[in-house]
């Protein structure tokens, strides 16, 4: 079957870094997303692995290993804005999303 | 418009009742998508369409149906609503197919 586990809650300190782990198993493999989603609204978009690696985005980066069906969200200098669902999505061999149910990240001051 | 809108935003709505979903993107992606999402469940895919004229079911398609009749509109339609249809409701749309999905602000709809 396909599976996308990723912790239920974590908490952090403003101005401190965390990191978000999710572990994958899928029928084929097309690429990872990170979403992040505030209360009450939408998902957006925040970044996409295909190749192993790490991908820099600002204070946002994010890693994959397909060997290990293994990536991990790291967010750095935290803000309080940053509290939020942060989900992970892997592309499927049909190009659709598997979902994981999401990490709720709690900013404390 | 720009982007995907949704409507309603939301809406309680009485068993037995029949109700559309309605999803409009202005962007000509051809992928478009419903999704629920429940607490503790995360986004689990109702149905989508990969291009116009076409639809196909996702995970959790019972109990609802979708047309695509040209690109821009992907409207969802519950035939007879159940309380266990209670739920947010999102539309996405996709451009190629590596592209990222992109969301509507949602629907929150309540079935009593």
């Known amino acids: 079957g396909q599976n996308i586990d990723q912790p239920t809650e974590m908490t952090a300190t403003e101005g401190a870094i965390v990191q978000i782990n999710c572990t994958y198993q899928?029928?084929?493999?097309?690429?990872l997303f990170w979403y992040q989603q505030h209360a009450g609204e939408a998902p957006t978009f925040l970044s996409y692995?295909?190749l192993d690696g790490l991908e820099e985005k600002g204070r946002f980066s994010s890693f994959l290993s397909r060997s290990k069906g293994y990536s991990y969200l790291l967010l750095k200098e935290l803000q309080m804005k940053d509290s939020a669902s942060y989900l992970c999505?892997?592309?499927?061999?049909?190009?659709?999303?598997?979902w994981g149910a999401g990490t709720k990240l709690i900013i404390k001051p | 418009i720009a982007g995907i809108t949704q409507a309603p935003t939301s809406q309680i709505l009485a068993a037995g009742r029949r109700m559309t979903l309605r999803c409009t993107q202005d962007?000509?992606?051809?992928?478009m998508y419903w999704y629920r999402q429940d607490l503790g469940l995360g986004l689990r895919l109702i149905h989508y369409?990969?291009?116009?004229?076409?639809?196909g079911k996702g995970e959790v398609p019972d109990g609802y149906s979708v047309s695509r009749a040209n690109t821009d509109d992907f409207p969802l339609t519950l035939a007879s609503a159940v309380p266990s249809q209670t739920s947010v409701y999102f539309c996405?749309?996709?451009?190629?197919?590596?592209?990222?999905?992109?969301f509507g602000p949602g629907t929150r709809l309540t079935v009593l």
């Open positions: 369409s990969n291009t116009a004229g076409t639809t």
């Open positions: 692995n295909v």
């Open positions: 899928t029928s084929g493999f097309n690429g």
């Open positions: 999505a892997v592309m499927d061999s049909n190009y659709q999303l598997i």
């Open positions: 962007m000509r992606h051809n992928a």
């Open positions: 996405a749309s996709r451009g190629s197919e590596a592209d990222t999905q992109y």
